[in-house]
T-cell receptor
Framework: GEDVEQSLFLSVREGDSSVINCTYT??????LYWYKQEPGAGLQLLTY?????DMKQDQRLTVLLNKKDKHLSLRIADTQTGDSAIYFC?????????????FGTGTRLKVLA | GAVVSQHPSWVICKSGTSVKIECRSL??????MFWYRQFPKQSLMLMAT?????????EQGVEKDKFLINHASLTLSTLTVTSAHPEDSSFYIC????????????FGPGTRLLVL
C-alpha cells in the first residue's frame, strides 16, 4: 500500500507541545522519517526512526512508533513560532529490489504567539 | 548535513519552450537522485529515480519523453521539461540519496516553474 495519511492542520500556542500524527499502510517499512518544509523551500530532514524502535528522542523532538497500529507521531516540545511549517512523514519500503519513499499528505503547523 | 542545490530557484517560460533544472550535490557524490513534483498544498509525488551513468526509472504515469532526466556525473542530475505547458507549472524538488549508517535523502530547495 502507498497511502500515508496526516491531518491537514494543527494550531498551537507558543510554548505548548505539538503532536503531529501519521498513519501508514505498509508493514514492510524499514525507516520512517519526519521532514519540515518552510514556505517556498525544499524539505529539511528532522529525524527518523528505524522500524524496530518504539521511540526516539532528539532534543525537542520525540518520535513514537506503534507498528501494530501503523501509527507514527512527532511531538515538538516548547513549540516556537519558528516551528510554523508543513511537516511531512515519509516511509521507506523496499519494492522490486529498490527502495521507495512515500510521503504523507503533510500537516500545516501554525504556532500562535 | 549534506547540501543539495537546485538551479534555477524559479523560472517563468512561454508555453512550448523547454526548461532545464539542475540538481547538484555540493559536498558529496550521489549515485542516485530523485525528482519530485509538488502541487500547491499537496504532498510530494515521486516522478523518477535518476541513476548516474544509466537511464532514469520513471514512476507510473510520468512521461519519460516529456520529462528528460540526465545524470551524467556523480554530482549533477538535470530534469528537462520539454515543450512545457501551463499544466506543467509546479514546484519541482530533487533529492540525493545518502548512505551514512543508513540510507536517507537530502533535498534541494526546489524550483518553481510557471508556464504561461
Amino acid at each position: 500500500g502507498e497511502d500515508v495519511e496526516q491531518s491537514l492542520f494543527l494550531s498551537v500556542r507558543e510554548g505548548d507541545s505539538s503532536v503531529i500524527n501519521c498513519t501508514y499502510t505498509d508493514s514492510s517499512s524499514t525507516y520512517l522519517y519526519w521532514y519540515k518544509q518552510e514556505p517556498g523551500a525544499g524539505l529539511q530532514l528532522l529525524t527518523y526512526i528505524f522500524s524496530n524502535m518504539d521511540m526516539k528522542q532528539d532534543q525537542r523532538l520525540t518520535v513514537l512508533l506503534n507498528k501494530k497500529d501503523k501509527h507514527l507521531s512527532l511531538r515538538i516540545a516548547d513549540t516556537q513560532t519558528g516551528d510554523s511549517a508543513i511537516y511531512f512523514c515519509a516511509e521507506k519500503w523496499r519494492v522490486s529490489g529498490t527502495y521507495k519513499y512515500i510521503f504523507g499528505t503533510g500537516t500545516r503547523l501554525k504556532v500562535l504567539a | 548535513g549534506a547540501v543539495v542545490s537546485q538551479h534555477p530557484s524559479w523560472v517563468i517560460c512561454k508555453s512550448g519552450t523547454s526548461v532545464k533544472i539542475e540538481c547538484r550535490s555540493l559536498d558529496f557524490q550521489a549515485t542516485t537522485m530523485f525528482w519530485y513534483r509538488q502541487f500547491p498544498k499537496q504532498s510530494l509525488m515521486l516522478m523518477a529515480t535518476s541513476n548516474e551513468g544509466s537511464k532514469a526509472t520513471y514512476e507510473q504515469g510520468v512521461e519519460k519523453d516529456k520529462f528528460l532526466i540526465n545524470h551524467a556525473s556523480l554530482t549533477l542530475s538535470t530534469l528537462t521539461v520539454t515543450s512545457a505547458h501551463p499544466e506543467d507549472s509546479s514546484f519541482y524538488i530533487c533529492s540525493a540519496r545518502v548512505i551514512a549508517g543508513h540510507e536517507t535523502q537530502y533535498f534541494g530547495p526546489g524550483t518553481r516553474l510557471l508556464v504561461l
